[in-house]
């Protein structure tokens, strides 16, 4: 199949009663996760990495946005199932506009500290400029709270006011917009309650398909049912990490790398593996999700 644009990929799901999940991953085991679940399951997907972390400061090495983008293209274009590549929530203009030209086929803008019309004026400049190389652009109107794992809170966040997002899209022209309805980001250990009579608002009043971001913290149930009512795309990210830590250390814990050749821990892709191993669990984890969200099979309709 072949790099497909994340525009078609939410019609899609929005045509067939499915939502199309987003997995987020941070370097080539993770990635390559995402894809074989997808593979497995013959469901299309969107891989993508997160632009804030790949353009955060305190990164100790400064991170070049062309390696990602020119894997993630190199592995969308070479898989089995309908892929699409997003540099999700970046806070610099730089980044984005240095990842459309890395091959990233959608991407998304978002800084909380911005106001509500500065960012209007700064995602008019970037969907004009993703549009016209052909690629999507995602955005967000209200922001989701944040999880706090150590003081187990949730901070900050404000749902989604039905009548700025309206005029956002119409002012902005974005393909699809991330709405803050009760989600929350992060969130590990309990479930966030969604708000479905602000949904059924907001899918009646916005004419581009709806995103819910923070998927680890959502049940399923919530999630078969913003599905229903037309939630087409949906982003998970924490769960998959936790997921790849507890392998690891359940692997440190249980044997004694010391004496084990190094190959055979790292880089040799067999049963000693550890990073197969994690790369296997968490394509276990997606697989659950692909499931809930319905688009298992639904690659063989595309
Ligand atoms: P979680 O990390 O809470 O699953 O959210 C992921 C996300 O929304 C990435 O955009």
Known sequence: MAL??????MNHALENKYAVGYFESWN??????????????????????????LGNDERKVEENIYHYGSLGKAIAENSKVPVALLLNEADKVSILINGLKAGFNAIMYQDPKKSFEETIEITKY????AHYVGADVEAEVGELPNADIASNTVKGGELTDPDKAEYFVEQTEVD??????????????????????????LRKR???????HGGTGISEDNLKEAIKLGMC?????????RVFINYIQT???SNNVDSIDPHEVIGKGGAKDMLCGA???MSEEIIRFIKIFGSENKAKMM
Do not use: C, Q, W
């Open 4 to 9: 497909v644009s994340m525009k078609s990929l």
């Open 279 to 281: 790369r296997e669990a």
């Open 206 to 212: 916005i004419k581009v398909p709806l995103v819910l």
């Open 176 to 201: 699809a917009l991330a709405v803050s309805i009760g989600n929350v980001h992060l969130l590990e250990g309990k479930k966030s309650e969604l708000d479905f009579d602000l949904l059924k608002t």
């Open 28 to 53: 080539l085991e993770s990635v390559l996760s995402v894809i074989d679940a997808a593979e497995r399951t013959n469901s299309p997907v969107i891989i993508g990495f997160s632009g804030m972390f």
């Open 233 to 241: 795309k949906i982003n998970v990210g924490t769960v998959l990490k």
């Open 251 to 253: 692997y440190l814990k």
């Open 126 to 129: 970037i969907t004009r400029t």
